[in-house]
Structures are given as C-alpha cells and as structure tokens.
C-alpha cells in the first residue's frame, strides 16, 4: 500500500504582512482527521486506512540553528524511505528549502506552483528570503526544470522581467478557463498557496486577493495530473484571519485530494 509522508513547517519568519501561519499545521491535521469530513478521496482512496499516512510531526524550531538547513534536513529525512511528501506550511519562504532536498531525488522535476502572487521578487524588504522571493531563489539555484505558476492576479512590470529571466510559464487568473490542462511530462512538485483560492472560500490568508480560483477549479487541476506527484507543499494558510475555520476545511480538502492523487500516480 502506498504511504503518503506528512511534514509540518511552522515557520513565518519570512512574512512580510502578518505573522499566523505557523501555527496552521496542528490545525490542518485536526480537520484531516476529523470525523465531521470524509475520509475518501473524490479520486476514490480512503485516507483512513491504516498506514495511509506518516506524520513525522512538526519541525521544532530553534535559535541556534538556521531554519533553511533544519528544514532541507527534516525534508530529506521524511523522504527517505521513497513516499510521497505533504509540507504543511508556513509561510510561502519555506518552499525554497524544501525544494534543496527535493531536487537531490529528482534529476526531471516540474513545479506546478498556485498562487494568487508569483513569489519570485528579487528580494523584498531588503530579505531574500522573503516570502515573496522563494521561486526565485529556486529558479537560480535550478531546482527545478519547468516552473508553471498558475493563478495570479497581482503581476508587475519586475514580476515580468523575472518570468522571462527564468523561462517562468505563467497563467494568469483571468486566462484560468474551465478547460485548463496542464502538459507535465516529468514527476510533478505541487506549491499550493491558500491564497490562490477566491477570499469568499479561503479569508485565513495574509493576503486576501479577490477574483481568485475556486476549490472546485483547484481539485479538477490536481485530478488531470498524470505524472508521480512526488512532493507538494501547502502554505499561507493563516488561522488569525480565518472565519468559523473554513481556510482550515478547504486546506485539509486540498491536502487530502493531493494525497489522493499521490497515491495513484506513485502507483
Ligand atoms: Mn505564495
Ligand atoms: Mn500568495
């Protein structure tokens, strides 16, 4: 049976707005595991089986050592053993060195990133580590091969310059029609930004974008996928901001059609 590794990153250090995310990861779980919400799939794996999931917990956090290495470090350990990874973020700076210990087992990777923002600034505030800045720092550190962004709707003249120094394929919200396909042809990194989805469906973000994506949308994309979804990511849910914990039911939804989708195409 194939086991699908979960991981939490409690960190926002890098947020540039509101701090909260970090303490999303215990929150997701409890919806994960709640008995008020299916344990199945809409791809037709039941979650609940046991062995289904392997929590390796949260990474604790300290002062004496850099957070990007504790991080590249926890993330290779969870991967290991060969299972498919969920990351529970976090802030969006976290995917930089999550993808450090991704790309050391993957030689073809492609990231399907989806956000309302393309999170590829030079850097932000004076920080490189922003959370504003991971896809750059990614991107020059060639940690992936194709990066796909999908979803934004805040791009400016220096986004632009980036996506063409970085060969970046981007899809703007508006061109999200209901026949998107993506053509991914080597095993797949999902980067799942709370924040892409409409503020109406998800307001526990940092960041609330209007004229976003719907869950709907989101899970019909993840469902098209038919190379190994070796690794994803899910971020900037931000518990502070959230309403009734709604942000919290659409972040386990999403995780839970990832790890569906994980399990089918790892075989
Ligand atoms: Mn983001
Ligand atoms: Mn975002």
């Known amino acids: 049976m194939r086991t699908v590794s979960l991981l939490g990153i409690p960190n926002d250090d890098n947020s540039s707005l509101l701090k909260g995310p970090a303490e999303a990861p215990a929150l997701i779980r409890r919806e994960l595991h709640s008995d008020g919400h299916t344990s199945w799939s809409e791809s037709g794996v039941d979650l609940s089986v046991a062995g289904r999931f392997e929590d390796h917990g949260d990474i604790q956090f300290d002062s004496a050592s850099d957070p990007w290495d504790l991080i590249e470090q926890h993330v290779a350990r969870a991967l290991e053993a060969g299972n498919p990874l969920i990351c529970l973020g976090g802030d969006h700076a976290i995917t930089h060195p999550i993808m450090r210990a991704v790309r ?19 850097a932000y505030q004076g920080n490189p580590r922003s959370h504003t800045s991971p896809f750059a720092r990614i991107m020059e550190e060639r940690l992936a091969d194709r990066l796909i962004q999908v979803g934004l709707r805040t791009v400016n003249d220096h986004h632009r310059d980036q996506f063409k120094r970085f060969g970046v394929e981007v899809i703007e919200a ?18 799942m930004d709370i924040d892409a989805l409409d503020p109406a469906f ?33 971020v900037e849910y931000n518990p502070r901001c959230d309403i009734s914990n ?15 989708m994980m399990v089918k195409t790892n075989g």
């Not at 050391?104 to 990133?113: F, N």
């Not at 508006?174 to 980067?191: A, H, K, M, Q």
């Open 104 to 122: 050391r087992r993957h030689a073809k990777l492609c990231i399907l990133h989806i956000d309302a923002h393309p999170d590829i600034y030079h």
């Open 174 to 191: 508006g061109r999200c029609g209901e026949n998107l396909r993506f053509d991914i042809t080597t095993p797949v990194y999902i980067s």
């Open 202 to 234: 998800a307001p526990g973000v940092s960041h609330r974008e209007p004229g976003g994506l719907s869950p709907r949308q989101v899970i019909d994309w993840i469902h098209t996928i038919d190379q190994p979804i070796v690794a994803a990511d899910i």
């Open 246 to 260: 709604l942000t919290a039911g659409v972040a386990a939804k999403l995780l839970k059609e990832i790890a569906g």
